[in-house]
């Protein structure tokens, strides 16, 4: 059982938030619906938070700590 140490619920997972950039195309297809090509996304490594899924406070901005700490079950 992990408790977010900022609002001290029961947590199981977190929450990745990272900036970069996201491509796509988009058409129309034959019945005049929008369609999306397969989106790509670059990250841009500015931002990489781990936040608490409950309270969105960030936690961690390093992965292995993030992982470090998911794995103490």
Known sequence: MLICPKC????????NSQTGTMDFEIGIDSQGDSQY????????GESNDFNCPLCQETLFTDETEAIDFLKQT
């Open 8 to 15: 001290k619920r029961e947590i199981n997972t977190l929450k």
């Open 37 to 44: 090509s397969e989106m790509d996304f670059e990250v841009d």
